[in-house]
């Protein structure tokens, strides 16, 4: 299979997002009046394969699901549930922190693929490290790419994202790339190369819904990566994305607003 024609996987959490709209952000201790609600499929990894199905990628999921709409107590995905993926259909997997003491075990399947492999044919590994969790701090050396969040950041007392791309830079593996979004503040990535690249945000005219915007930032920057763009193009892309699905409630709209320039990508 050539590589161009394989998929992304992404391997995570998939949950219920119950969405409550109120008239302004609700002030602490205080009661507002619901305007609407809807619930939409959530998690971040589930997000994240959703925009990219969206942007045109061929994708699939990987975590527990339920038979009914609602459920408690799914369990992560583990290394023995991982083996049985056929990984020659896989050009990306990106991870979504989690159950990190199996995660390592999946990712080392697919370092041991990779070393059988010519450079060109390898799986380019992500990890996403979002929560404050010292077990998840053994993903950094892991990711081709890795993606830490603001909350880490602020947690070991980086503000900013150029500060944390700098300061994380140790853990990550040689030949790695960094990247850390700050909400409106854009984000910043960090190579091999050790040049900082950033990009502004784009925020969009009335901002509606944030829900996912990390999510979907991951999703436009591995979607960019994987089709062989530029890292200050997969940078900007992916917060142009973050930027404009916060002006719209959930993903839907997403392909319809960029459909123009995804054409010479798909």
């Given at each position: 299979m050539e590589n161009q024609k394989k998929k992304i996987l992404c391997v995570g959490l998939v949950c219920l997002d119950i969405i409550n709209v109120v008239e302004k952000y609700p002030e602490e201790d205080t009661d507002s009046r619901c305007l609407s609600q809807r619930w939409q499929r959530g998690g971040n990894a589930s997000n994240s394969c959703t925009v990219l199905s969206s942007l045109g990628a061929s994708c699939s999921f990987m975590g527990s699901l339920s038979a009914g709409p609602v459920a408690e107590n799914l369990p992560d995905v583990t290394a023995a549930d991982f083996s049985k993926v056929e990984l020659d259909q896989f050009k990306w997997?990106?991870?979504?922190?989690?159950?990190?003491?199996?995660?390592?075990?999946?990712?080392?399947?697919?370092?041991?693929?990779?070393?059988?492999?010519?450079?060109?044919?390898?799986?380019?590994?992500?990890?996403?490290?979002?929560?404050?969790?010292?077990?998840?701090y053994q993903l950094f050396p892991l990711g081709?790419?890795?993606?830490?969040?603001?909350?880490?950041?602020?947690?070991?007392?980086?503000?900013?994202?150029?500060?944390?791309?700098?300061?994380?830079?140790?853990?990550?593996?040689?030949?790695?790339?960094?990247?850390?979004?700050?909400?409106?503040?854009?984000?910043?990535?960090?190579?091999?190369?050790?040049?900082?690249?950033?990009?502004?945000?784009?925020p969009p005219e009335t901002l509606v819904d944030t829900l996912g915007a990390g999510d979907t930032f991951n999703a436009a920057v591995i979607y960019t990566l994987s089709n062989g763009g530029s890292l200050q193009d997969a940078l900007t892309f992916g917060c142009r994305v973050a930027g404009r699905k916060c002006g719209f409630h959930g993903y839907d709209s997403i392909r319809e607003h960029f459909e123009d320039e995804l054409k010479p990508l798909n």
């Amino acid at each position: 299979m050539e590589n161009q024609k394989k998929k992304i996987l992404c391997v995570g959490l998939v949950c219920l997002d119950i969405i409550n709209v109120v008239e302004k952000y609700p002030e602490e201790d205080t009661d507002s009046r619901c305007l609407s609600q809807r619930w939409q499929r959530g998690g971040n990894a589930s997000n994240s394969c959703t925009v990219l199905s969206s942007l045109g990628a061929s994708c699939s999921f990987m975590g527990s699901l339920s038979a009914g709409p609602v459920a408690e107590n799914l369990p992560d995905v583990t290394a023995a549930d991982f083996s049985k993926v056929e990984l020659d259909q896989f050009k990306w997997i990106h991870w979504e922190g989690r159950n990190a003491e199996e995660q390592v075990k999946m990712i080392e399947r697919v370092a041991k693929y990779n070393s059988t492999l010519p450079q060109h044919q390898r799986i380019t590994v992500s990890v996403e490290i979002e929560k404050t969790r010292e077990p998840l701090y053994q993903l950094f050396p892991l990711g081709d790419v890795v993606f830490v969040s603001k909350d880490v950041a602020r947690h070991f007392g980086f503000e900013s994202a150029e500060a944390a791309v700098r300061g994380f830079y140790s853990r990550v593996k040689a030949g790695a790339v960094l990247i850390c979004a700050w909400a409106e503040k854009g984000a910043d990535a960090l190579g091999p190369d050790d040049v900082i690249i950033h990009s502004d945000s784009f925020p969009p005219e009335t901002l509606v819904d944030t829900l996912g915007a990390g999510d979907t930032f991951n999703a436009a920057v591995i979607y960019t990566l994987s089709n062989g763009g530029s890292l200050q193009d997969a940078l900007t892309f992916g917060c142009r994305v973050a930027g404009r699905k916060c002006g719209f409630h959930g993903y839907d709209s997403i392909r319809e607003h960029f459909e123009d320039e995804l054409k010479p990508l798909n």
